[in-house]
Each structure stands twice: as structure tokens, then as C-alpha cells.
Nanobody, 119 residues
Framework: QVQLVESGGGMVQTGGSLRLSCAAS????????TAWFRQAPGKEREFVGR????????NYADSLKGRFTISRDNAKNTVYLQMNSLQPEDTAVYYC????????????WGQGTQVTVSS
């Protein structure tokens, strides 16, 4: 089992920045990749991006490239989401999720952290 805990959410003004953290515990060696998703009120969950645990390969939703950056610190079992130039439409609950190396699905999810961007 893997447990994920997000932190770092809050309220920020338009144009501001936030860095979210996703701390993993448990069988962290079994993680292949960790992703960030977000869900705004009344909308479907949206893929933000992900990073592989070993090689650190990243990929992002096209609409977010250039503003959002995902990084990792394997020594701390933590994945980060740096968000810059935030806009009101970035307001959502942000979740991290992990894919175990023996599956192709996001088996583990955090509880989410709220990000609110005020205009």
C-alpha cells in the first residue's frame, strides 16, 4: 500500500504562484509515476501532469505547459507541483495519484488540497 498526502494549497491572487507537495509513504519503491490531477466545481477531473519516479521523466497537459512544473525529491518521497502565473480558472482541488510499477492505473490517491485564485 501507498499513502499520499498533499499540502501547500491555499488562496492566491491572479498572477501569483503556489507550490504543492505530495508526500508518499508505505511501499514507495513500488511507485512507477506520480501524477497531479485537478477538479474544479462542476467540472470533470483533469490531468495536470506526471513524473516518473526513477528517471524523472515528465509530461504535462498541453494547456498547462510552461506555467506548471512537476519535480521530485526521492530522498523525501515527495513530488512537487510548482504553479506560476495562476489564473482564476486554475481554482480547483488538486490531487496527486500514484501508479504502481505492476499496473497501468492510478491505484493510490491523496485527499486533495484546495487552490483558490482570486481575481
Amino acid at each position: 500500500q501507498v499513502q499520499l498526502v498533499e499540502s501547500g494549497g491555499g488562496m492566491v491572487q491572479t498572477g501569483g504562484s503556489l507550490r504543492l507537495s505530495c508526500a508518499a509513504s508505505g511501499r514507495t519503491f513500488s511507485i512507477y509515476a506520480t501524477a497531479w490531477f485537478r477538479q474544479a466545481p462542476g467540472k470533470e477531473r483533469e490531468f495536470v501532469g506526471r513524473i516518473t519516479r526513477t528517471a524523472g521523466i515528465t509530461n504535462y497537459a498541453d494547456s498547462l505547459k510552461g506555467r506548471f512544473t512537476i519535480s521530485r525529491d526521492n530522498a523525501k518521497n515527495t513530488v512537487y507541483l510548482q504553479m506560476n502565473s495562476l489564473q482564476p480558472e486554475d481554482t480547483a482541488v488538486y490531487y496527486c495519484a500514484a501508479i504502481p510499477s505492476d499496473t497501468n492505473s492510478y491505484n493510490y490517491w491523496g485527499q486533495g488540497t484546495q487552490v483558490t485564485v482570486s481575481s
